[in-house]
């Protein structure tokens, strides 16, 4: 602002409360433009103190007016010389253009009102006029005490001593109004008695001893309330006498006195160093008045420390919310959504956080400071919520991206490592928590040494949880892992185990015996041995060496034993229908009619030998039918196929046979199962092999019995 602008500015005084008892809008604007700051702002940097407020008081047309103008070069109303036409009443409020001064160094003695006096003109009365007069001067009284440091009563001197009249009435006011205010809270104010048209014929200190003995004699006569009744004057007022010369009849002396004055106000003994000062900062001061008056014009009670309260809290607030909105919000949601590089979105986030929190320190350190300090916290807790939302996002993008780089890269670890499968899984997963840990420590939203107090526990907070979540999805990767490890051993297992009992089938149906499923039995029993036993035990417990707890381990060999069962199973009976029976039966029966024993063919001398041949070989041959029919040991017994009771899953033991064969008719029962298990060729099957047997060996017979006749008739 320019010297022009507040010359401007101070050129008006404001019309603070006005006939209809009004209080003036914005006056906060006009507060603060005339403040004289530091950095020229009233809000920043300095602790907004820096100022006065200088009331007046005293009869109509004394003259006072007259004197704030010279004074403090104001430009309040005063009384038309000719026309003696009454100014407008209410008060006035005005900042001191200038302060007179002695000091002839200073142009046109005016001093500048560096220390930022504000002076507030009341307008009286001349306490003979009507009750609501009477009610305004009261209220207008009680509003001067609440607000000033410092209040003027300007009285004539020959009316000093004479114990009566509107004066006399003026200070019981004064002092009345004071005790209904101060009883609670004890803070002095000065009464600075100006005295007008002093002739100098009686000394100012006599005149004020006269005033000092009406003011005790007002006290003492006073109704004082219970907590006050022993309180002297002097507890409540410091009296300070001051005289200014006629103005008509020593114009020269009456504006020297006025500039002496001056000089007292630029004193700040006069002030007696801020102890009369009410506390409020400039900013607020506007507010605050406001209230003040509002209470008092509602006839309510005026508690000003808690208006003082309420007067924090509001301003408090509000620098809070500009500071939330302006600053914080504003450049929070440019940034919000995380970028790629979350790094420098938390370095800026930082640093803003810091940059609102001392923005409010330095506004808001001024008013009181519990309510202060109340407020801050609230500030912080708003700013944060916003902020721990960032972060536990940022946080979530990072285990994301950890457990997604761990699903790509695991395939080609797992071939290039040396470690064990077991080992490996450890190790990435130790890695990952690591590069969790090492790269979140770049998202602290606070100083690292704020990061464990109050301060920074929601971040505490937010990776701790963070780090849970991670833990988790960790846990969920490395089962899955698993779970595909155990499925490449259970199959890799069950390939080798179905190469080796195929071939073994094939080795003892090429040439079956009654023996061949006690054979078979063992050879099953042998790879089971081989296999899963003897690779697996372990202290009677199976270990697949993948970090399997016990019972998964148990899972995994149930489930590679039921695949043995299930390749032995459609092994067989895929290798045993009734084409592949017959083909064996017919083997066995060429074997034995065709060669004798050392494998040479045979020849038949006589029909007789022919028949009985034939009829032998035939026989040895369906014998082993049965063998071929089911698997039943020598001893009687079958194989059978166990039930697997395998958590999670249903056990599918009979899920390969179809229900057109003799064995359905009681499917629920175990036993059948088992039996439809060892059960290879069905009555119809066994009725169709002996069938083509017959024919074929007959076909065979035939050949055999052409040939010999053949032979002899040759
Ligand atoms: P206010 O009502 O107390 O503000 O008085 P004003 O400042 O309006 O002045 C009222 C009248 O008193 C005006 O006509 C002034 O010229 C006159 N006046 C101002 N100062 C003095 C003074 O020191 N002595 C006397 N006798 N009259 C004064
Ligand atoms: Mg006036």
């Not at 034939?614 to 040991?633: E, G, I, T, Y």
């Amino acid at each position: 602002m320019t010297d022009t602008q507040k010359g401007d500015i101070a050129m008006a005084s404001v019309h603070l409360v006005n006939e209809d008892k009004l209080f003036v809008k914005d006056l906060d604007k006009y507060v603060e433009k005339c403040y004289i700051g530091n950095n020229d702002s009233v809000h920043v940097n300095s602790d907004g103190l820096n100022y006065h407020i200088v009331s007046v008081f005293g009869s109509q047309s004394t003259g006072k007016s007259t004197l704030l103008n010279r004074l403090f070069g104001t430009h309040f109303d005063v009384m038309d010389e000719e026309k003696r036409q009454q100014t407008t009443k209410g008060i006035w409020f005005s900042h001191a253009n200038y302060i007179a001064s002695t000091d002839h160094s200073i142009e046109d003695g005016k001093r500048s009102n560096n220390s930022n006096i504000y002076v507030l003109d009341v307008e009286g009365v001349d306490g003979r006029e009507r009750a609501d007069d009477k009610d305004f001067e009261r209220k207008s009284a009680l509003f001067a005490l609440a607000t000033s440091e410092v209040l003027i009563v300007n009285i004539f001197e020959h009316q000093v001593g004479l114990y009566q009249g509107a004066n006399m009435e003026l200070l019981k006011t004064v002092m009345e109004v004071n005790l209904s205010l101060f009883h609670e809270q004890s803070k002095k104010c000065l009464l600075l008695f100006v005295i007008r048209d002093f002739t100098g014929l009686t000394p100012i200190s006599n005149l004020g001893q006269s005033l000092e003995a009406d003011m005790n004699r007002i006290w003492k006569d006073l109704n004082k309330p219970e907590k006050c009744t022993d309180s002297k004057l002097e507890d409540f007022f410091d009296l300070k006498f001051f005289a200014i010369s006629h103005k008509h009849y020593q114009p020269e002396n009456f504006e020297l006195n006025i500039k002496q004055l001056g000089d007292e106000f630029t004193n700040e003994r006069l002030f007696n160093h801020n102890s009369y000062h009410k506390q409020i900062p400039v900013d607020a001061w506007a507010l605050y008045s406001e209230k003040v008056w509002d209470q008092i014009e509602n006839n309510k009670d005026l508690d000003l420390p808690t208006q003082q309260i309420l007067v924090s809290k509001f301003k408090c607030n509000e620098i809070l919310n500009n500071i939330y909105d302006d600053v914080f919000l504003s450049e929070f949601s440019s940034l919000e959504t995380p970028t790629h590089n979350p790094v420098s979105s938390c370095e800026y986030f930082k640093k803003l956080r810091e940059k609102c929190i001392s923005n409010y320190d330095s506004q808001a350190s001024r008013y009181k400071s519990t309510v202060y300090l109340d407020i801050r916290k609230d500030l912080t807790s708003k700013i944060d919520t916003k902020l721990k939302v960032f972060q536990s996002s940022i946080l979530s993008n990072l285990s994301d991206s950890l457990i997604s780089k761990l699903n790509s890269d695991f395939p080609t670890l797992k071939k290039s490592s040396k470690l064990s499968f077991k080992e490996l899984l450890l190790s990435v997963n130790e890695d990952t928590i690591k590069s969790f840990k090492n790269q979140s420590i770049n998202y602290l939203l606070v100083d690292e040494s704020d990061a464990n107090n109050k301060d920074g526990l929601i971040y505490i907070e937010n990776y701790k949880l963070e780090l849970e979540k991670l833990e988790k999805m960790l846990q969920d990767f490395t089962s899955t892992l698993k779970f595909k490890e155990s499925h490449i051993i259970i199959n890799k297992i069950t390939k080798k185990f179905q190469i080796k009992f195929k071939d073994a089938i094939v080795e003892e149906f090429s040439n079956p015996s009654t023996e061949s499923w006690d054979h078979v039995a063992i050879k099953f029993d042998e790879l089971i041995e081989k296999l899963l036993t003897k690779p697996y035990l372990n202290n009677s417990h199976f270990d697949f060496n993948i970090d399997l707890s016990h019972n998964e381990n148990e899972t995994v060999h149930l489930k590679i034993l039921r695949n043995f069962y299930h390749k032995f199973d459609s092994i067989v009976h895929d290798y045993i229908n009734d084409d592949s029976a017959t083909r064996i039966l017919r083997n066995i029966f060429e074997d034995s009619f065709k060669f004798d024993s050392d494998g040479l063919p045979l020849v038949w001398k006589t029909f007789n030998q022919l028949d009985s041949q034939f009829n032998k070989s035939r026989d040895q041959a369906l014998s082993l039918l049965p063998v071929l029919c089911n698997m039943k040991k020598s001893d009687g017994t079958y194989i059978k196929k166990p039930i697997f009771e395998i958590e999670g899953e249903e056990d599918d033991a009979d899920s390969d046979y179809d229900d057109d064969d003799d064995f359905s008719d009681d499917e629920s029962s175990n036993s059948n199962k088992e039996l439809r298990f060892s059960k290879l060729l069905n009555s119809k099957q066994q009725a169709k092999v002996k069938l083509r047997f017959k024919k074929e060996t007959d076909a065979i017979y035939l050949d055999a019995k052409r040939s010999m006749v053949a032979n002899k008739t040759s």
